[in-house]
């Protein structure tokens, strides 16, 4: 139970990691960097801000969806 | 038929919508009431966690603020949607597997201490009250906007509505409502979406035409973002889309009240409660996602209508005579919402950045030389004559975009519904916090399933009289404490649920001098900055942001205090255990 937890932690520490970077790195730390590059009609760190980010955060709930899925399994936790 | 036929129509269709399933969903069980019996499905759960969650704010101002604020306005989109991987990542799944039925609950059992409940009903109780009294007056608004019924009256066809669901079906009714509520409020945001979307660049999606060429018109063919940066530059604001600028927020500002609303988001209990009512652990996970996914629906295409509304309205309004402005300015003139005060004599409006006047419009008797109403309002300096309420910015679009009558309607009853979806979650945590946590925890652990019933209901009353009263009175304090509660959910619930769940050793006084500290500091600095005019002092941070600071010191302060003192006992070690393994949650509701 102890490695269950661990990979838990795991995947939460990768997980907002990237959480934190889309949001605070791209969206507001770096914003006028990015805004530099333009993709279509948006200004990088401008798409990120009102946008991008919000994307990011649904996938991330999504992944950790699954990959507790996987692990729940693996170590025979499941409902 | 006119607009007003219209809004009848669907404003009384929805409703009989609403009655029908919270007739349907009636419950005889506290279980039922307070969790919706533990058996909601993931997805079902995930659409009203997005309607609970998505308030008149959400629906009615978010755009129009964030046309007014550019950039800065994300603080919004992504303060309101970044909480939720939190809550689906750190607290979700665990508090489900802990199965009870409130916040207070997990509080109470985890720190072993009756004070520690009682800190945190309180905190529930006041989160829940500041933000209703807001929902209730949204409601009253709409009404009157929409089907001239005076605002007070509109707030008492609101709370009828509320306690009739609330009351009968508990948890069960409102979230069932949520669900049907949350299909009217997307439809109603994003048809006028879609329709001003292709209307100035020709995409349907309006997350694509955000980004894209501006079809028709002056400036036909360049980019939406470049024309509103320059527009905005022309007319003395700073540029739509760049950061941090001379006027706009600071970095550390604009960082701290982001991290405010998302930490806050996460510790709001009436959030938080939804996913007691989700069959399994599995389900929680899942239905975060959902929830945020349904929500995303709206806050990617929010940002969209704030560009789209800022071009047509300058470009439409500025520079233009009276007599040629669109027919929905003379429309939305007659609300108050929008005013213009022909400084200048010259009949044309002119509009700069600035206000044309002090405070909201007064109007005098009689109209000017153009027709328009006349104010009583003492100009200011500034060459600006416009003044617009940013609510306009979503209500009227429908108008602006040329849309049929039928669609203003179905905006009108997705305003309802978001005010009224909100309402509704906030209820069941006063009422459940005063009839479960403070009545059968801590006062009659002997209480009959029937007693408690019947307390319950008695309670969701008692709390739709109090939002009521507030919101036909309206304290002038309503849009300040907010803010309190965001900075209240984030200094107090958050830290303390983390740290229950992920850190065995925190124990029952460093929970009660985190919760006490971590508030305390939060109410000064907001009541300085707020009501008694202070400067913000801490590094300029706005008192939006501070519940950031606050949090900080609750971590802190449970940690050091918790090092100091004894242990937790071994059985709450246990629990904690517990708690972090999936299997098992179905049978964890033991109340």
């Known amino acids: 139970m102890r490695e269950y937890w661990k990979k838990n932690l795991g995947y939460m520490v990768a997980l907002l990691s990237v959480w934190a970077v889309v949001s605070y790195g791209c969206g507001i730390f770096f914003v006028e960097q990015l805004n530099a590059v333009r993709i279509a009609g948006f200004p990088l760190g401008f798409w990120f801000a009102q946008q991008g980010a919000i ?25 | ?24 969903a009636r419950v005889k069980d506290t279980k039922g009431f307070y969790v919706a019996g533990g058996g909601v499905p993931a997805l079902a759960n995930g659409m009203a966690t997005a309607a609970d969650w998505m308030s008149a704010a959400s629906f009615i101002s978010m755009a129009g603020l964030i046309s007014f604020m550019g950039y800065t306005g994300s603080i919004y989109l992504l303060g309101w949607t970044g909480g939720y991987v939190l809550l689906a990542l750190l607290l979700a799944p665990y508090l489900r597997k802990f199965g009870k039925f409130t916040v207070p609950d997990f509080v109470g059992d985890r720190y072993y201490s009756s004070t520690a409940r009682v800190v945190a009903l309180v905190c529930a109780i006041f989160v829940s009250l500041t933000y209703v009294a807001g929902q209730m007056r949204g409601v009253g608004i709409v009404f009157s906007r929409f089907l001239e019924v005076d605002v007070n009256t509109g707030v008492l066809i609101g709370m009828a509505i509320v306690f009739f669901y609330a009351g009968l079906g508990g948890m069960k009714g409102i979230t069932w409502t949520q669900v049907a509520q949350y299909c009217v409020l997307i439809l109603a945001f994003l048809i006028p979406a879609v329709a001003i979307s292709m209307k100035i660049t020709g995409h349907v999606l309006p997350q694509f035409g955000f980004g894209g060429r501006i079809v028709g018109g002056p400036d036909s063919g360049a980019y939406l973002l470049d024309t509103l940066n320059r527009i905005g530059t022309d007319l003395g604001f ?12 600071s970095m550390l500002d604009v960082f701290c009240i982001t991290l405010a609303l998302m930490v806050g988001t996460a510790g709001l209990p009436h959030v938080i409660i939804r996913f007691y009512t989700v069959p399994s652990v599995r389900a929680a996970r899942l239905s975060a996602g959902y929830a945020l996914l349904f929500i995303a629906i709206l806050y990617t295409t929010a ?4 560009a789209f509304a800022r071009y047509n309205m300058v470009n439409s309004l500025s520079g233009a005579t009276y007599a040629s402005a669109p027919s929905w300015f003379r429309n939305w003139e007659k609300t108050g919402l929008i005013a213009w005060m022909d400084k200048n004599g010259d ?61 203003i309607a179905l905006v009108a009853a997705g305003g309802l519904a978001a005010a009224l979806s909100t309402a509704s979650g906030l209820l069941l945590v006063i009422a459940s916090s005063i009839s479960h946590d403070l009545y059968y925890r801590l006062i009659n652990r002997q209480a009959s399933e029937k007693r408690q019933l019947l307390i319950g209901r008695i309670m969701i009353g008692v709390a739709v009289c109090i939002a009521g009263y507030f919101g036909i009175n309206p304290p002038g304090f309503v849009a300040q404490v907010v803010a309190l509660a965001f900075g209240l959910g984030a200094s107090s619930f958050f830290p303390i649920i983390v740290l229950g769940i992920f850190w065995k050793r925190a124990n029952k006084y460093g929970a009660i001098a985190g919760m006490v500290g971590g508030i305390g500091f939060t109410m000064l600095y907001i009541v300085q900055t707020k009501f008694l005019g202070a400067a913000p002092w801490l590094l300029g941070i706005s008192p939006e942001g501070i519940g950031v600071v606050g949090m900080c010191l609750n971590f802190a302060l449970t940690i050091g205090v918790s090092l100091v003192t004894e242990q937790p006992p071994v059985e709450i070690r246990e629990l904690v255990e517990r708690v972090r393994i999936p299997r098992g949650a179905g049978a964890a509701l033991d109340h």
Do not use: C
């Open chain 2, 238 to 249: 700073s540029e739509y889309t760049s950061a941090f600028g001379a006027g706009q927020k």
């Open chain 2, 1 to 24: 038929m006119s607009i007003q036929t219209w809004t009848y129509i669907m404003v009384i269709g929805t409703f009989g919508i609403y009655l029908t399933i919270a007739w349907m």
């Open chain 2, 303 to 306: 940002p969209a209508v704030a």
């Open chain 1, 55 to 79: 994307y990011f955060f649904v996938v991330l709930i999504f992944a950790y969806y699954v990959l507790m899925q996987r692990l729940d399994r693996a170590y025979d936790v499941h409902e």
């Open chain 2, 347 to 407: 009949g044309v409006i002119q509009y700069h950045a600035g206000a044309p006047f002090q405070g909201k419009p007064a109007y005098a008797d009689g109209a000017g030389a153009m027709g328009q109403r006349m104010l009583t309002n003492a100009p200011t300096a500034s060459p600006n004559e416009l003044y617009v309420d940013r609510d306009i910015m979503v209500l009227a679009n429908p108008e602006i975009a040329d849309l049929p009558a039928w669609v």
